[in-house]
């Protein structure tokens, strides 16, 4: 699977924007870009995914480079609840079912 | 949205007893679902991979016979660690997808928290 890099840890102030890079420079043409959030003591949650155009969902936009070598995560106003480890994973969308491939995240800390 | 209900949500027992974890995908079919391990400030790693009717397809280096999945259902997948010792106290969770959904979100429990005293 091809790998992404994350910042380690970001912080925000709430009700600001926030974004979260992610760079996949080995991504193939095939691989949708997903990113998926961790608060503490639960599991993940789904917040977006894309392959090439940029996306919009309730949650947040993911704003993906023209070469597709990187993404971003856009909040757009963070909260408080939106403190927690942010994963972005690349997962093949030709082969197989696709489990997804965890790393290290990037933690969000969200100030009052 | 789909939800996936894990239980129990917590486990504490002594060492050599055998736990089961279940977890249910419960508004909607989940052919395949996904068991996952997360030690203490770590991430996410893969334990294996069950289809429904089928045997689970495990990941280099968990044992298949202390690490038991069974997916006789489609709404329904447990896991049974088998024997438990401390090492296993772990932060485990599950995932369902549909079948050929490999564009489509992974659906995850909400963790059960295995404490081997």
């Known amino acids: 699977d091809a790998k992404t890099t994350q910042p380690n840890s970001m912080e925000s102030n709430e009700e600001e924007p926030v974004h979260l890079p992610c760079n996949h420079s080995?991504?193939?043409?095939?691989?949708?870009i997903h990113w998926y959030r961790q608060l503490p003591s639960q599991g993940p949650e789904y917040v977006i995914h894309?392959?090439?155009s940029n996306v919009n969902n309730r949650m947040a936009s993911l704003a993906i480079a023209e070469d597709r070598k990187s993404s971003t995560l856009i909040l757009h106003r963070a909260t408080l609840r939106d403190a927690a480890v942010y994963y972005c994973?690349?997962?093949?969308?030709?082969?197989?079912?696709?489990?997804?491939?965890f790393g290290k995240g990037t933690k969000l800390s969200v100030k009052p | 949205g789909a939800v996936v209900s894990q239980h129990p949500s917590r486990v504490i027992c002594k060492s050599g007893t055998s736990v089961k974890i279940e977890c249910r995908s419960l508004?909607?079919?989940?052919?395949?679902m996904f068991w996952y391990r997360q030690f203490p400030k770590q991430s996410l790693m893969l334990m294996a991979t069950?289809?429904?009717?089928?045997?689970?397809?495990?990941e280099q280096g968990v044992e298949k016979d202390k690490f038991l999945i069974n997916h006789a259902s489609l709404t329904l997948s447990t896991l049974t660690v088998t024997s438990a010792h401390p090492e296993d106290s772990s932060f485990y969770i599950c995932?369902?997808?549909?079948?050929?959904?490999?564009?489509?979100?992974?659906?995850f429990g909400d963790g059960t928290r295995l404490s081997i005293l």
């Open positions: 995932s369902a997808a549909i079948w050929d959904s490999r564009n489509q979100p992974q659906h």
């Open positions: 080995t991504i193939s043409g095939t691989d949708y």
């Open positions: 894309g392959l090439t």
């Open positions: 994973i690349l997962r093949d969308g030709s082969g197989s079912q696709g489990n997804l491939i």
């Open positions: 508004d909607f079919q989940a052919t395949t």
């Open positions: 069950s289809n429904e009717g089928s045997k689970a397809t495990y």
